[in-house]
């Protein structure tokens, strides 16, 4: 596999919060809408749906839903724009090039105190899979022992977990090493650590150190964004409720699809992304699976997408206190809950 299939992970984690003077300027000045046009020859709603990165099986549900002919069932003629280093995504959802957008929590939040109006409706995974991996056998056993230790982070971790961390369980600035997408610093110091995805850099190390690294998620340890959420503009939700929820319970039915029996949609995935390997699909599917990246307790019970004011709340406010939101920011503005938690048709 190319190396930009693992050094996609900054760009997942952190382009969401380039959310600049010239992203406002953009939301001035994209062209207004309704609702998206129908296919004639069809009579199907047309939607795009902007991924954060390339194919993948982090994407599954929605190629799933595509390749099986859910969202035609809920009457919807769906293409997926792949994300990739040079596309910002935001600015194409807020432009109106693109109709849905898979975000993350802690962007939209960001959204919010910036004024840029867009808004989470599902959240596909209940936990985000950012994670510190580490040597085994150097007496680690809780992510709590890192501190103190050297760990490789991206830039961008400044921004999001690494406060979190320093807030939470005392990390220090003199901790970090430059993570530069490149696993070899870390194979050769094995009293290091480094930052990675659940649903890859582990497998390349094992792969490549031929070892099982220790990999903490840090969703288990307090750090609680929603991710691959589904968003929106706030003027769609307006505009076209009954669009915006055909989308999210066909891609909801696709995901609960593509747990089953995943094949039709890694048929699309390695079509879109011909660098996608069979076996970094299952070994991401794996992972999502195990632990319960999808399927939380709440979302066994109350439907996947599933999100909650609580949780919202409390990772805001988590988020506060290791100074990456203003207090005062309206966070309510980053989300509704009018579109998950209900019963599939």
Same mark, same amino acid.
């Given at each position: +596999?190319?190396?930009?299939?693992?050094?996609?992970?900054?760009?997942?984690?952190?382009?969401?919060?380039?959310?600049?003077?010239? +992203?406002?300027?953009?939301?001035?000045?994209?062209? @207004?809408?309704? @609702?998206?046009? $129908?296919?004639?020859?069809?009579?199907?709603?047309?939607?795009?749906?902007?991924?954060?990165?390339?194919?993948?099986?982090?994407? &599954? &549900?929605?190629?799933?839903?595509?390749? !099986?002919?859910?969202?035609?069932?809920?009457?919807?003629?769906?293409?997926?724009?792949? &994300?990739?280093?040079?596309?910002?995504?935001? *600015?194409?959802?807020?432009?109106?090039?693109?109709? #849905?957008?898979?975000?993350?929590?802690?962007?939209?939040?960001?959204?919010?105190?910036?004024?840029?109006?867009?808004?989470?409706?599902?959240?596909? #995974?209940?936990? %985000?899979?950012?994670?510190?991996?580490?040597?085994?056998? +150097?007496?680690?056993?809780?992510?709590?022992?890192? $501190?103190?230790?050297?760990?490789?982070?991206?830039?961008?971790?400044?921004?999001?977990?690494?406060? #979190?961390?320093?807030?939470?369980?005392?990390?220090?600035?003199?901790? $970090?090493?430059?993570?530069? #997408? !490149?696993?070899?610093?870390?194979?050769? %110091?094995?009293?290091? @650590?480094?930052?990675?995805?659940?649903? @890859?850099?582990?497998?390349?190390? =094992?792969?490549?150190?031929?070892?099982?690294?220790?990999?903490?998620?840090?969703?288990?340890?307090?750090?609680?964004?929603?991710?691959?959420?589904?968003?929106?503009?706030?003027? /769609?939700?307006?505009?076209?409720?009954?669009?915006?929820?055909?989308?999210?319970?066909?891609?909801?039915?696709?995901?609960?699809?593509?747990?089953?029996?995943?094949?039709?949609?890694?048929?699309?995935?390695?079509?879109?992304?011909?660098?996608?390997? %069979?076996?970094?699909?299952?070994?991401?599917? =794996?992972?999502?699976? =195990?632990?319960?990246?999808?399927?939380?307790?709440?979302?066994?019970? $109350?439907?996947?997408?599933?999100?909650?004011?609580?949780?919202?709340?409390?990772?805001?406010?988590? /988020?506060?206190?290791?100074?990456?939101?203003?207090?005062?920011?309206?966070? *309510?503005?980053?989300?509704?809950?009018?579109?998950?938690?209900?019963?599939?048709?």
């Amino acid at each position: +596999m190319k190396e930009i299939n693992w050094k996609r992970r900054q760009f997942i984690r952190y382009s969401s919060l380039a959310l600049t003077g010239t +992203m406002l300027a953009a939301c001035g000045d994209r062209v @207004s809408e309704s @609702s998206p046009k $129908k296919e004639e020859k069809s009579g199907l709603d047309r939607v795009v749906y902007g991924t954060n990165w390339y194919a993948q099986a982090e994407h &599954g &549900g929605f190629y799933q839903a595509i390749a !099986t002919g859910i969202y035609e069932e809920y009457g919807l003629d769906v293409t997926i724009k792949m &994300g990739g280093a040079q596309v910002n995504g935001i *600015q194409l959802l807020m432009s109106g090039a693109i109709d #849905f957008f898979m975000g993350g929590g802690l962007g939209t939040l960001k959204g919010a105190e910036e004024g840029i109006p867009i808004v989470a409706v599902a959240a596909i #995974f209940q936990k %985000d899979p950012q994670v510190l991996i580490s040597h085994p056998d +150097m007496g680690i056993k809780t992510l709590g022992d890192l $501190k103190g230790k050297p760990i490789y982070v991206a830039s961008g971790a400044n921004i999001t977990y690494w406060p #979190f961390l320093k807030a939470k369980y005392g990390f220090t600035d003199d901790q $970090k090493r430059p993570y530069n #997408f !490149t696993i070899g610093p870390f194979l050769l %110091d094995k009293n290091s @650590s480094q930052q990675g995805y659940l649903t @890859s850099e582990p497998l390349k190390i =094992e792969r490549e150190g031929k070892f099982k690294p220790l990999v903490f998620l840090l969703a288990d340890y307090g750090y609680t964004p929603y991710a691959t959420t589904i968003e929106t503009r706030r003027e /769609m939700i307006e505009n076209n409720p009954d669009l915006v929820q055909r989308f999210v319970d066909a891609s909801i039915k696709g995901w609960y699809s593509y747990l089953e029996n995943p094949e039709p949609g890694n048929q699309l995935i390695k079509k879109d992304n011909p660098e996608m390997t %069979d076996e970094l699909i299952a070994y991401s599917l =794996e992972k999502i699976k =195990e632990y319960d990246i999808i399927l939380s307790e709440e979302t066994k019970e $109350k439907g996947i997408g599933l999100m909650t004011e609580e949780r919202w709340k409390t990772f805001f406010d988590t /988020m506060v206190d290791a100074g990456i939101f203003k207090p005062d920011t309206d966070y *309510q503005k980053a989300f509704t809950l009018d579109f998950v938690g209900k019963a599939l048709e």
